[in-house]
């Protein structure tokens, strides 16, 4: 059953959350968004805001009350897939976080986004648990029993009380959503942008990375990366998750790794410059 208090609660949670919008009317990228401080960070994920829709064009961020305001990408990490924000606005309504390493099995779940072009939708579910999943890595994640759908990415998972738990950010077999746990949005936002070599991948089961994305200016496509190339490993290092990718990005930072991988029957070996993204100013 859900307390007298739910309503007020679910109410504040949507003026907390907005709807981003990125690139053209060619290629419309749409999600969800926390406002995480009053001062105006937005956190979404990152690949509502990617570098390919957002080459020329500023974001969109609008919110409950239907200002539509532009916003500024300050901080991406694909590999976490968080983005950050800044929007310059007054009476910015900012949302409440609880550490997710806190949370019980069972607990009342809270999802607010922007579904298949329903504003503010809520859904409700429960709390499965907390860390790795199967397939994705050694990487934490909160899982939780709640619908989501295309829109919802970047959004809110709350607890009852309304305190933001997770950034919601896909859906696995069975219907199980995950999210990023709050720590790391709190990491991330500590920490800033990571080393990147622009690419967007996928595990494939005992055989590697499968290359979903080249980033166009990117260090992957200087190499001559490609879009369906395998990746096999790097420096040394066999890639069986995107963790390990990670790593190897990380120990390379602001140098030049050699990358491994199949391109059809082929095995080719490149080396690509590993780029740390300089601090972006942010007026006062």
Do not use: C
Request: positive net charge.
């Amino acid at each position: 059953m859900l307390p007298e208090s739910f309503g007020e609660v679910a109410e504040k949670l949507r003026r907390s959350t907005v709807q981003v919008l990125s690139g053209n009317q060619d290629s419309r990228g749409s999600g969800s968004g926390i406002i995480w401080d009053a001062d105006g960070t937005i956190i979404t994920n990152a690949h509502v805001v990617s570098d390919e829709r957002v080459r020329d064009e500023q974001v969109r961020v609008e919110l409950w009350d239907g200002r539509s305001l532009s916003a500024e990408v300050t901080a991406r990490d694909g590999y976490a897939d968080l983005a950050k924000l800044r929007l310059r606005a007054p009476n910015l309504a900012a949302a409440a976080w609880r550490g997710s390493s806190s949370l019980r099995t069972g607990e009342l779940a809270v999802a607010i986004g922007n579904p298949l072009g329903f504003v503010g939708a809520l859904t409700t579910g429960v709390v499965h648990g907390a860390g790795p999943m199967r397939g994705l890595g050694r990487r934490r994640w909160v899982h939780a029993a709640i619908r989501l759908a295309p829109g919802n990415s970047g959004g809110p998972l709350a607890d009852a009380g309304g305190r933001v738990i997770g950034v919601n950010t896909m859906v696995v077999s069975g219907g199980l959503a995950l999210a990023i746990p709050s720590e790391l949005v709190v990491r991330f936002l500590e920490r800033g942008s990571r080393p990147t070599i622009g690419i967007v991948v996928r595990p494939v089961a005992n055989t590697g990375l499968m290359l979903l994305q080249v980033n166009p200016n990117s260090a992957a496509e200087r190499a001559s990366l490609r879009t369906g190339d395998l990746l096999l490993g790097a420096n040394g290092r066999r890639f069986e998750s995107t963790d390990d990718l990670s790593e190897a990005i990380e120990d390379a930072a602001g140098s030049v790794m050699k990358v491994r991988f199949r391109r059809g029957n082929r095995s080719i070996e490149r080396e690509v410059s590993v780029v740390v993204p300089g601090p972006r100013q942010e007026a006062a």
